[in-house]
């Protein structure tokens, strides 16, 4: 059969014979239970895929559907209106976001043989749209909206821009609250999770199943999948690899799943590579990042409120969020504070993730393209336990950061020096232990290398004269 590389087609690919990955069970569920979802996943993980099903499902397109859960379980003889939008473009101008929903609305408006040309507005257009369907055909329609985020979340470094594009989506997204009586379903995606007061104002009955358990599986592939779907292919492979490799992200499912894309990719070219890493960054995230003096090594040290996760908001980006969202950290543990909410802790979901990100965030940091090489020096001198030549290195390792990134606030350079150290480590696939606490105390980071144990403190000098003062007291953490 054929690897289904780049499509997000259902028709075309049930049409080219491709591998497919039943997802049916899961929108069978989905459309008994209720009315209006909302879905974040990362980019490249078969949401449009998804939304590509479920239009040729209400659109009543039984032939392709043949050989699946839902096919005998649906009614073929009721066929919906479906009104898909997309937001695959660039919006990095002013009136991209303007001119893209006009001429999808164009397109729709000419598909449907719509003629009234007195509504002005967007929203209005959008709104004349959905009534003329319904009476147009009888049939409530479906609204699928893919990527519902993307104009903001591609200008998030441009704060003005991303608040132009966020106030001209929510007065576009707002029509569906006075157009229910038209609607029969409404789908959602996006990499955000949305924020209703922000966005989708009035809109109150739409469900979040980003984090239900129920659906924690609905994009990507699970072990059964590689199994039974992928059989054939996965005979040239060893399965702990490839785990290692591409599993481990985890939105509360019964299991973890495989990212989809970075497979496909390692069945076609028949070797490991940072296949989802390479085309899912998006172009603010670095400098995003480096602008917040993000500290990694502590990001996997606490536990989170859900929360954090179910607003979003262009002025006040929550890093963990964003990074969660973005498929670059996933959950890794969960526990129930005092209250009974939920709460988690985040870590990078697997190898290809963790390697990659943390060489390709250093190269940008320090605009040297040999931090692997540097890593790898760093590692060989503390398994010699030659720790003059460790410091020399790290000087210089350290030397290459420019020092106008830095604020002035010595916590902050002194974070942000130590998240280069576990970047260095981090890509290599060392065991670390950031911020790690015993009866004792409390050690900056903790490396596991060569049946031996570094214990590292970090502290940053004001002035030279505090030099030693600071050299004694971080002597002294480390002993005790």
């Known amino acids: 059969m054929r690897l289904p590389l780049g499509i997000s087609n259902f028709k075309r690919l049930r049409k080219t014979n491709s591998y497919y990955v039943d997802k049916t069970a899961l929108l069978k569920n989905l459309i008994d239970d209720g009315d209006y979802y909302f879905l974040s996943r990362p980019r490249r993980f078969g949401k449009s895929l998804l939304v590509s099903t479920l239009q040729c499902l209400f659109a009543g397109e039984k032939e392709l559907f043949q050989g699946l859960y839902i096919y005998d379980k649906w009614d073929w003889s009721t066929k919906y209106p479906v009104v898909r939008i997309s937001f695959d473009g660039k919006y990095d101008e002013l009136m991209d976001l303007k001119t893209d929903i006009q001429d999808q609305l164009a397109i729709l408006e000419k598909k449907h043989a719509l003629k009234d040309k007195t509504v002005i507005s967007l929203a209005r257009r ?5 009534r003329h369907l319904h009476e147009k055909t009888g049939q409530k329609v479906v609204v699928l909206i893919d990527e519902y985020d993307k104009p903001i979340v591609d200008v998030l470094n441009d704060t003005k821009h991303a608040e132009q594009n966020r106030k001209e989506l929510r007065g576009f997204y707002g029509i569906l609250k006075g157009c229910l009586d038209s609607v029969q379903f409404i789908f959602v995606t996006g990499i955000t999770m949305f924020s209703k007061t ?16 129920r659906y924690g599986t609905i994009c990507g592939y699970t072990d059964h999948d590689l199994d039974t779907v992928f059989a ?35 069945f076609d070219e028949k070797r490991f590579e940072d296949w989802w890493f390479d085309t ?5 995230l670095y400098q995003f990042l480096q602008e917040k003096h993000v500290d990694f090594k502590n990001l996997n040290t606490g536990f989170l409120s859900k929360r954090i996760f179910s607003t979003f908001d262009v002025k006040k980006v ?3 969020s964003l990074l969660f969202q973005s498929g670059y950290l996933t959950i890794t543990e969960t526990k129930d504070d005092d ?98 606490s015993t009866a004792r105390g409390r050690s900056d980071l903790v490396l596991e290398l060569a049946k031996q144990i570094f214990i590292f403190e970090f502290k940053m000098v004001a002035k030279a004269k505090d030099t030693d003062k600071l050299l004694d007291q971080a002597m002294t953490q480390i002993r005790e």
């Open 126 to 130: 959008f709104e004349n749209l959905l």
């Open 198 to 213: 922000s966005l989708f104002s009035g809109l109150n009955n739409l469900k979040n199943i980003s984090l239900s358990p």
């Open 232 to 266: 054939e292919e996965m005979k040239e492979f060893d399965r702990e690899k490839i785990k290692k490799w591409y599993n481990g992200y985890n939105w509360l499912g019964k299991e973890r799943v495989y990212n989809p894309f970075g497979l496909l990719l390692l």
């Open 280 to 284: 899912s960054v998006p172009s603010y």
């Open 318 to 320: 929550g890093i963990e």
């Open 339 to 436: 209250d009974g909410e939920i709460m988690f802790r985040l870590g990078f979901p697997n190898y290809e993730v963790r390697k990659y990100f943390s060489e390709s965030f250093l190269e940008y940091i320090t605009g040297q393209n040999s931090v692997k090489e540097q890593g790898r020096g760093l590692i060989k001198l503390l398994e010699q336990n030659d720790f003059q030549g460790f410091a020399d290195k790290l000087k210089t390792t350290l030397a290459g950061i420019p020092n106008e990134w830095h604020r002035d606030r010595l916590a902050e350079k002194e974070s942000w020096y130590a998240t280069v150290v576990f970047l260095h480590f981090s890509m290599h696939n060392l065991t670390l232990h950031p911020e790690e």
